[in-house]
């Protein structure tokens, strides 16, 4: 009995987790537009201008030609900022429209919203990055060193971020709380993260400040799985997600649970 | 087996705000209880907490014999909200609005096809299924909610004035879905400002003030303790007063216009007969406002009476 029960909510926890998924998807799909379009634009002026033009006159970097080089860190920027900015708007559009009392009356779990959310925002981070990648591809030539660092390390970044913008969207009141973290924190930490450079060239001390940069880390991981290449131990890059998306799902569970911006 | 069972509920907000005050409530199983109130009684507040929007302070509530504090998900799955205000996404189309909601519900997209069909038809929306929401105009939003809210087929469901700024012919059809849904079955508690709308459909009614309930009986039963309704005359030619009709309790409105009280009980002919006897000609004559409406008023009146006597004979034993 008590098991036909659990069961019977499995199977209801279930379809609603495809639902929010497959919502978050639609969603994404719907406003192309303003979703997948921009940073692909982006991302080919960046190869144009900083692989092809400029690239060319900087010579070759950590063994590679600076297009190949670059590719790898822009790859991972448009995954870490996609995954980011698809769940801090759609959970603040939903609060701010109200639908988020849609799945709050319904008998599903902060577990299941939270995940339904995440893979939502791992989804088009992941689409974004499928995209700049085929993109990369008319400039350079890219080799893939070790394919499960790379597909792990991307995803595990995937859904950090997605995290990271969930817990944005709970604390988020207005339309500007959720444009203040992507550009004060997430763009300086991206852009100091290692996409353009190695911090081999950078003097000591900034190389331990760059180090202080989890991003760093990331980028670093995932052009290892590309070109086989890195400024840092990619054991301490797993180690570093996996212990950050351990306290982002528990921080976010929490505000969940105590209703945080949603039930009064 | 009851629906709804409500034992000593209370809510005080962050800012101090004690909306609800022990609250005790027991809606039957296929009642359609209407909870009246004015605006600030707690009515939302108490509709919150039973689809877990707002979270009580303390009290027990039971839906169908299920303990919210003991089994919150299994509870939800039997209660279907309407609330007050539009609460989906402007850009998401009908269809999709209905059949994610099902999906929260665990129903099967097959099947949540199938019962959205079944309800926005019903609701006279099929054929906008394919429209982004924000394209329908206020009517079709309430009845898109309304849909929305059955899809799972709860049990009870709650509507916080679903009729608000609605249009009367759409209310009457509605009213008639309303009356339809509870003749097969289902529990319907209502909030309501028009009182017409909770006398016509409701069996059972509570009225809240302050946070307490301060009434709760059959619709019937409420509407035998009025004891007085006021009459509006229209009158031939213009009066400059207010004429002296002996036990009548005359109003002049304006010149051509009177308001006369009657107690429950007294036959109108009287009236008619001193009219005519100070030489008045009627030319029509209409009930004020609706009865209910005016027995709320007095019993909101009596509430505010008895509070502000509790807070004098508070004040005289404090002063002591």
Known sequence: ?264 | MDALNIHQLQKTYNNKFHALKGVDLTVAQGDFFGLLGPNGAGKSTLIGILCSLVVKTSGKVEIFGVDIDQDFSKAKQMIGVVPQEFNFSQFEKVIDIVVTQAGFYGIPRPLAMQRAEKYLTKLGLWEKRSQAARMLSGGMKRRLMIARALVHEPQLLILDEPTAGVDIELRRSLWDFLREINKQGTTIILTTHYLEEAESLCKNLAIIDQGQIIKNTSTKELLTQLNQETFVFDLQDALTQAPDLGIYRVTHCDGKTLEIEIDRGVNLNGVFKALEEKNIKVLSMRNKVNRLEELFVHLLNDNKVDNVKALNEKAVVHGK
Not at chain 1, 57 to 85: A, C, E, K, W
Not at chain 1, 205 to 230: C, E, H
Request: aromatic share 14%; charged share 10%; net charge positive.
């Open chain 1, 1 to 264: 009995m008590e098991n036909n029960k659990s069961d019977n909510m499995n199977k209801v926890m279930w379809v609603a987790f495809q639902t929010i998924v497959l919502r978050e998807i639609r969603r994404f799909l719907r406003i192309w537009v303003q979703t997948l379009i921009p940073p692909a634009i982006t991302m080919a002026l960046y190869f144009v201008i900083f692989g092809s033009l400029i690239g060319s006159r900087i010579g070759d970097m950590g063994g590679f030609s600076y297009m190949q080089f670059v590719v790898p860190g822009l790859i991972m920027m448009s995954v870490i900022t996609n995954s980011y900015s698809n769940v801090v708007s759609s959970f603040f559009s939903a609060k701010f429209q109200r639908n988020v009392e849609e799945m709050l009356v319904s008998p599903v779990s902060n577990f299941v919203i939270l995940s339904g959310f995440v893979i939502g925002g791992v989804a088009r981070g992941l689409a974004v990055g499928a995209m700049v990648t085929l993109l990369s591809l008319f400039f350079t030539h890219l080799q893939v060193s070790h394919v499960f660092i790379m597909c792990s390390i991307v995803f595990l970044t995937a859904v950090l971020f997605a995290l990271a913008g969930f817990i944005n969207a709970v604390y988020a009141q207005s339309f500007d709380d959720i444009a203040i973290i992507p550009t004060f924190v997430l763009t300086p930490l991206t852009y100091l993260g290692g996409v353009f450079y190695s911090i081999s060239l950078l003097p000591e001390f900034w190389q331990l400040a760059s180090k202080l940069n989890p991003i760093l880390y990331m980028v670093n991981a995932f052009r290892y799985g590309v070109l086989g290449v890195s400024d840092i131990n990619v054991a301490y890059a797993f180690g570093m997600i996996i212990i950050f998306i351990i306290f982002a799902f528990a921080f976010a569970l929490h505000l969940l649970g105590s209703g945080k911006g949603l039930r009064t």
